[in-house]
């Protein structure tokens, strides 16, 4: 047995079952292990931050890890970007990234790099293997870093004589710690603090957005008067009618800071102190006021559900109702951000899983997405635009038989456009709607923001017209069928289309 | 002033007056003061890889770097693989990377990411500006560095309020140095193994391979019998009838081992130590053979062209004719490797600029290219693919008035499609071909070549087919008129067409 097979027996084993794929001549000895052991399942990208993308969504729907396979050196850095989303999403991701031989980097062929140094930034665990009879081991350790609660991205980089070589031995799965317990004293000192009358907000991040978490949230929050809301940017929350309508923390600074205003106490449930995404001259960045105290309940590597669980218990929370809202209606006539979110909302299909790189034009449909039908919403996490197309890709897989929505905005789109190609050969229940503005709208909001007048050059530099991308074409070239929309009634009847056939659709929006 | 009106100033002041973005918002303010100053061309990418390949071909045309505006952290990222091929050429680069503001970055927002920490890799200069007043200075050493002989990459990160705040100093041009002279020691004993009667060979890289140092190399090679190569990865030779048809080094192993058979002395002028591409289970991956001697007449960063001028004088070589060879004639019928070379070469402009990206199908195009007109030739360097449509782009900005001609393997082309988008705005007069043979055909070459028997995954891993790439949507997707071939007959006139009008256009050959 070589290396090469013992790392693919040894991922079995360890539960992972997916492999996104972007091989290159390194990693040809692994590709050949694929066809010899069966069992993996190996999906192909044509760009690495496809692959890495993709893990992230399959991450955050199955909640297991997948494996992702990258060429060494530049071909993990053109992943790093997705890597970076899946860390902030903190989702479990194997990256495999081969390399030269052991006794072949020395000499340093053109595509020698740091590969180590690329991926250490992103990375809980790096390890290069060192030989055929370790990689096994390796392996399961990387397994376990990437298990590490709730999820974290573990790199393992496969010298090509390590995965050619005879001797591999085959590692069992490392036990995985579950997370840890909540401090019961936090939950004390929290149940104090709603017990105060002071103005308090719980802000969730992680798994206690998960619809029964979620649940004892709004008890808390209905017995104590809390204001409650999720963290800016979220991997995954439980989504629609009869669950929690939660909100979440606006993008635009002004709005950020309305939602914390007048707040006494910040309790933190898996989520990040809340700072801008951003800073702006002369602005705050810290979004809580000054005089407001902020509380860690629980941190993100820390069992969130439980604590709300035992909170809710500790303050004696009774079940509080869910208020039912009115169920969104097809729209008619010209698409605007409020037309095009109440049609595509009134048309999602029952268990959905939405892809949010709406942008600037799709920001506001997720406030409206409580009164949808439930689905999951996944969120792009770490602010790298070019994770909507992958992370959909992935998510297709990572919950079969469930319809992918993808709102994807179109400035971003273009970073991995590659990820409808792997739509199109997996046949993945994915109906992508581009938001085509032809522009980055996001950064004609912030050039205004930082104070600056755009003249024609920076005009220039924000626009994605002359010439115009035609997403019809860009999709079919892709081998994904596509169609355009410039009316409600066209985008609801192509969404129907779409949710009633097997495979990718594309429907491109011509919007302001 | 604020510091991005000092460092656009000052960029200016250092003869850097191209900027090839993707700009994010903490660029804003870069952005904004390209209005305001004239004198930079700023040219949109919607890929951060296309930014930096833009970069890499406008330095190999013009000679001079250009500045490539990239978007903190992960935008940095994702243009890494191209910077790796741009250091692998030795090209001049100017890599400009917004940041948080230096007051946010501890706060750890989603975009925060070890900007440094991924630059390191690929750059002979890293700094991030601790201040307005600072960032000219900071931006003339960073400039003084990337033209540090005979090019590095420089990356200067610019967080957000050393852009915005006021305070910022335009500095002046630092002095350039000249390459070191060579080693009169090293021309010497040049001279004397040439004239051993031993079998030598030089092999030259990088500045070595403009018209007139080669001529003194052939003047060399044909008075004392010497061999005469390129090394395999060079980032632009003076190419085409009347100029000296060099080899160079092959890419598959055996072809490369042949090359070096037999030598007793190996002298590189400006090359590096030549290893194979890759290694290969129990395969030699040095490809000189043990007994020859390793002498280096100039290191990548000495005068290499002065090296040959002396040592030509120092052996008394005298002038030596080029051979005639026959023009080569469109070919008719099948797109063979063969006949599409000769189809191509047959029609290529005057002057053209030829981008070599063009894989399996196309491997055997250079070596047929000394009979085709006068021209310069450029490779991928660094072995990242995806260098060569963003290069392309660049190419034609740094060579304005030359025809380039893009000779594109299609899965390699999938990395930065991006780019078409560009040459479409800029109106640039590339004519891109597409080999279109709907695999990694390297991979399978490869994995033959380690060894491993392809099953069905295997296949499915290296197979670009099912669905089939639509290569003519794709191309007028992103605003790029394109048509294909299937004949030698519609390429000749296709290619005829292209060379006539202004702007871009690809054709696409659906080969085996």
């Known amino acids: 047995m070589n290396g090469a097979e013992s790392l693919v027996h040894t991922l079995l084993a360890c539960g992972i079952d997916t492999c996104f794929a972007n091989p290159g001549t390194s990693e040809m000895h692994f590709v050949a292990a694929l066809d010899r052991i069966p069992g993996m399942r190996a999906v192909l990208g044509l760009f690495e931050g496809v692959v890495t993308g993709a893990a992230d969504g399959y991450a955050r729907?199955?909640?297991?890890?997948?494996?992702?396979?990258?060429?060494?050196?530049?071909?993990?850095?053109?992943?790093?970007?997705?890597?970076?989303?899946?860390?902030?999403?903190?989702?479990p991701v194997l990256a495999i990234i081969g390399d030269q031989a052991t006794y072949h980097r020395p000499l340093d062929a053109p595509l020698t790099a740091d590969t180590e140094g690329w991926a250490r930034p992103v990375s809980?665990?790096?390890?290069?293997?060192?030989?055929?009879?370790?990689?096994?081991?390796?392996?399961?350790?990387?397994?376990?870093?990437?298990?590490?609660?709730?999820?974290?991205?573990?790199?393992?980089?496969?010298?090509?004589?390590?995965?050619?070589?005879?001797?591999?031995?085959?590692?069992?799965?490392?036990?995985?710690a579950?997370?840890?317990?909540?401090?019961?004293?936090?939950?004390?000192?929290?149940?104090?603090?709603?017990?105060?009358?002071?103005?308090?907000?719980l802000l969730l991040g992680g798994a206690t957005l998960n619809a029964a978490p979620l649940e004892n949230a709004w008890r808390i929050a209905a017995a104590s008067g809390a204001r409650l809301s999720a963290q800016q940017q979220n991997a995954r929350i439980?989504?629609?009618?009869?669950?929690?309508?939660?909100?979440?923390?606006?993008?635009?600074?002004?709005?950020?800071?309305?939602?914390?205003?007048?707040?006494?106490?910040?309790i933190l449930v898996g989520a990040s102190l809340p700072v801008s995404f951003f800073a702006y001259p002369g602005r705050p960045n810290r979004l809580a006021p000054p005089a407001c105290d902020i509380h860690i309940l629980t941190r993100p590597d820390q069992d969130g559900p439980a604590a709300l669980a035992a909170l809710a218990a500790a303050i004696g929370a009774p079940p509080a109702?869910?208020?039912?809202?009115p169920r969104p209606t097809p729209a008619r006539g010209a698409l605007t951000p409020e037309t095009v979110a109440e049609t595509i909302l009134a048309l999602l299909?029952?268990?959905?899983?939405?892809?949010?790189e709406a942008g600037s034009f799709g920001r506001g449909i997720f406030a409206q997405s409580?009164?949808?039908?439930?689905?999951?919403?996944?969120?792009?996490?770490?602010?790298?635009?070019g994770d909507g197309l992958p992370m959909a890709t992935g998510a297709a897989i990572g919950a079969p038989g469930r319809r992918v929505v993808s709102l994807q905005a179109d400035g971003s789109a273009m970073y991995t456009l590659q990820a409808l190609w792997t739509q199109a050969r997996e046949k993945l229940d994915i109906t992508t709607i581009v938001f085509a503005n032809r522009r980055y709208a996001i950064l004609q909001h912030e050039l205004a923001g930082v104070g600056a007048n755009p003249g024609p050059r920076a005009h220039a530099m924000m626009s994605l017209a002359d010439p115009d991308l035609d997403w019809i074409k860009l999709a079919e070239g892709h081998g994904v069928a596509a169609a355009g929309a410039t009316d409600c009634e066209t985008l609801a009847t192509l969404l129907a289309q779409s949710f009633r056939h097997r495979g990718p659709f594309l429907i491109a929006l011509n919007v302001d």
């Open 238 to 266: 439980a989504r629609g009618r009869g669950r929690v309508p939660i909100a979440r923390v606006p993008y635009p600074l002004d709005q950020a800071l309305a939602a914390f205003a007048g707040l006494r106490h910040l």
């Open 124 to 176: 809980a665990f790096v390890r290069t293997a060192t030989s055929a009879a370790q990689v096994g081991q390796d392996a399961a350790m990387a397994v376990r870093a990437a298990r590490g609660w709730p999820g974290q991205i573990a790199s393992l980089i496969l010298p090509a004589d390590t995965a050619w070589d005879e001797g591999g031995v085959v590692a069992a799965a490392l036990p995985i």
């Open 321 to 325: 109702p869910i208020p039912e809202s």
């Open 61 to 91: 729907m199955s909640g297991r890890p997948a494996a992702c396979l990258l060429h060494c050196g530049p071909g993990l850095a053109n992943g790093l970007a997705n890597l970076h989303n899946a860390r902030r999403a903190r989702s």
């Open 178 to 201: 579950p997370p840890p317990a909540p401090d019961p004293w936090a939950i004390e000192q929290a149940g104090r603090i709603l017990r105060s009358g002071e103005a308090v907000m």
């Open 349 to 356: 299909p029952d268990e959905a899983v939405v892809i949010d």
């Open 370 to 385: 409580h009164r949808a039908a439930q689905h999951d919403w996944l969120q792009l996490t770490g602010g790298a635009i």
